[in-house]
């Protein structure tokens, strides 16, 4: 997809990502080709690191530590498989999201301070995809870099792999161990693409559609600007003229609200079903992560993936969250941007009353708010955020409190 015009790198690293995991959009058939290779490698990749892991599971059932830490990643790998999934059966209205982003948002005309407005969105996505990116890729690097740091020191046939395979194999024995290794590596890498890029891309998109709401409110704040400088002459005339203009302009206002809450509501069918699975799979997973850090008896190397895992998980829920409530948000302030017009300086005449009459449309209309919830149970704010963190340190709590009843009986 072409980006002229719009020069951002969370752009760039977005699709860059996007195109590793084949969920982007081709420009001709070579694309088209590449595209779905790496979306059936990616599928490929999901489905065999689910089947380790289930053997896994099943291997060491009756080890509980083990048995949890095995869930905490069959979680992470169903969230994964749940995200390509819905994107996969929505990629039309995914694909029409990106092109109306690309000509309506990224090269569209704006002037000095609406600008400045998308200066502000392009610098918050550079913020969000640094840091989902480090956050991913610092999860993915736990994973690789235990079981170096275990094997130090270790004779060859006691060495351990990222992952157990359990297979009749002399899998710890060179070179049959670095070609696994290098197998894990590879698949751990594309399931961990799709473990953040996806989230990263929802964040982009929330926040450039917050950008356009407050472009919206700032276009809305000045359309009276000139009665307000006329309020005390007496060209009745020129009055009259500006008021039919600016009618004329509230309706192009309203057109574009209407156009932002369509894009909203084909938002919100594309990703209500991934928002729920996030919000649902991280709450389990903080609780699980957490209390293997600070409860379970867990080998120091497991710890170090729990604490790097959990952080990347807690500031990814932290990113997603954050992006959504500020669409919540600048979609409700378009009744206060509206109200605040100079439209008590404009006469009652029939453009004057036209004009009134339709921004109390506007106003009324922007109090149902445009926002992405979770499979329509309720919206995904910081709110949300906040709650599944309480409810996780209530966990912890009440787990602690059972812990030293159990010892001092």
């Known amino acids: 997809m072409a980006t002229e015009g719009y020069s951002d790198i969370s752009i760039r690293i977005s699709t860059t990502f996007m195109k590793g995991i084949g969920l982007w959009l081709a420009g001709d058939t070579t694309e088209e080709r590449r595209r779905k290779i790496m979306l059936r490698y990616t599928l490929f990749s999901i489905i065999l690191a689910s089947v380790v892991e289930v053997r896994d599971m099943y291997f060491s059932w009756g080890d509980w530590g083990a048995v949890l830490y095995i869930a905490c990643s069959i979680l992470s790998l169903l969230m994964i498989f749940i995200k390509v999934f819905v994107l996969t059966i929505h990629k039309v209205e995914f694909i029409e999201l ?3 982003m690309q000509e309506d948002f990224w090269n569209a005309s704006y002037n000095f301070r609406e600008k400045e407005i998308l200066d ?3 610098k918050i996505c550079i913020v969000f995809t640094f840091f989902v990116t480090l956050a991913g890729h610092c999860s993915i690097a736990g994973y690789l870099i235990t079981p170096v740091i275990a094997n130090a020191g270790k004779n060859e046939s006691a060495r351990i792999l990222p992952f157990n395979m359990w297979l009749n194999l002399p899998l710890s024995i060179s070179p049959y161990y670095e070609m696994t290794f290098v197998v894990q590596a590879v698949t751990l890498y594309q399931v961990g693409l799709c473990y953040f890029c996806l989230d990263n891309i929802l964040c982009i998109l929330c926040v ?6 407050r472009i919206l409110q700032y276009r809305l704040t000045k359309l009276c600007a000139q009665q307000e400088e006329m309020k005390d002459q007496n ?8 008021t039919s203009t600016s009618y004329a302009k509230l309706k192009v206002y309203i057109r574009q609200h209407q156009k932002l809450i369509a894009y909203c509501a084909k938002l919100e069918n594309v990703f209500t079903m991934i928002a729920l699975a996030q919000v649902l799979i991280f709450s389990i997973i903080i609780c699980l992560f957490g209390y293997q850090i600070f409860m379970a008896n867990s080998s120091f190397m497991r710890r ?9 998980s807690v500031f990814m829920l932290l990113m997603f969250t954050y992006s959504c409530n500020g669409l919540t948000e600048q979609s409700d302030n378009v009744g206060i941007a509206a109200y605040s017009a100079s439209w008590t300086f404009l006469p009652m005449n029939k453009f004057g009353r036209m004009f009134r009459s339709d921004l109390m449309l506007v106003i009324l209309r922007s109090r149902k708010v445009c926002c992405v919830t979770a499979n329509g149970f309720f919206p995904v704010s910081l709110e949300t955020y906040t709650k599944i963190l309480s409810t996780a340190l209530s966990y912890y709590t009440l787990l602690r409190q059972n812990m030293e009843d159990a010892t001092g009986s």
């Open 235 to 242: 060209a009745n005339t020129d009055v009259a003229y500006y």
């Open 304 to 312: 170090c993936i729990f604490i790097t895992t959990i952080c990347g």
């Open 98 to 100: 990106i092109l109306y």
């Open 120 to 122: 502000d969105v392009r």
């Open 208 to 213: 450039h559609v917050s950008g356009q709401f």
